[in-house]
């Protein structure tokens, strides 16, 4: 079954800042985050571990709550570079492969 | 360093028409996956192979077989193509379950 990501779709202007949640109903091992711009492969951002782990890259960073299998990634001072559709990938505890949410669409604007 | 390569990058193909998506990496990775992407639908996993020798079903494996020829080729065959398989396919590779996975750049197929 598919993580939910919320929201769908967001716009910012350059500066402003993001959330983007993933939620699952299965215990998770690990949430994996990627960004894929328009006409490209997804391209990996970062991983949390089962563990309530923050992580941090440049102005990225992400949060996992294993008790709520949930995780949010955070964007502030958004630059113009971060556009693009945020997806998140869940892995099961025993299960090798990543099931992907639907992705969040996220525009910056000048 | 050529990381993910997926051949064709473009694809037409009739109904009932048989085809096969090729992947190789040069990373020396043991996990090699197949994606699918539809408008809305995220990336949905077709099959997987954790390490050299086996494969597993995904969420969508219906109409597709794959093989994993050896460490670095992982193969996607459509036997009958439908018009339902119309998508951009991507191959991934990671060293292993719990690491950064590396995609392709995708196959764009479009069945007629």
């Known amino acids: 079954q598919q993580p939910v990501q919320s929201p769908q779709a967001v716009i910012l202007r350059e500066g402003e800042d993001a959330v983007i949640n993933c939620s699952s109903s299965k215990a998770l091992y690990s949430v994996h985050w990627y960004r894929q711009k328009h006409g490209e492969a997804p391209v990996f951002l970062m991983i949390?571990?089962?563990?309530?782990e923050q992580k941090g890259h440049d102005k990225i960073s992400a949060s996992f709550n294993e008790k709520k299998q949930q995780s949010s990634l955070y964007l502030t001072a958004s630059q113009l570079s971060y556009s693009g559709t945020y997806f998140c990938?869940?892995?099961?505890?025993?299960?090798?492969?990543?099931?992907f949410g639907s992705g969040t669409r996220l525009q910056v604007q000048p | 360093n050529a990381g993910v390569t997926q051949t064709p990058k473009f694809q037409v193909l009739k109904t009932g028409q048989s085809m096969t998506l090729q992947c190789a990496q040069d990373m020396n990775h043991n996990s090699m996956y197949w994606y699918r992407q539809d408008p809305g639908m995220g990336l949905r996993l077709i099959y997987y192979?954790?390490?050299?020798?086996?494969?597993d079903k995904g969420e969508v494996p219906n109409g597709y077989n794959v093989s994993r020829l050896n460490k670095r080729e992982f193969s996607l065959r459509l036997e009958s193509a439908a018009p339902s398989q119309t998508s951009v396919y991507f191959c991934?590779?990671?060293?292993?379950?719990?690491?950064?996975?590396?995609f392709g750049q995708g196959t764009r197929l479009t069945v007629v």
């Open positions: 991934a590779s990671s060293d292993r379950g719990q690491a950064k996975a590396f």
């Open positions: 949390l571990l089962k563990g309530g």
């Open positions: 192979s954790a390490s050299e020798g086996t494969t």
């Open positions: 990938g869940t892995q099961d505890t025993g299960r090798i492969a990543l099931t």
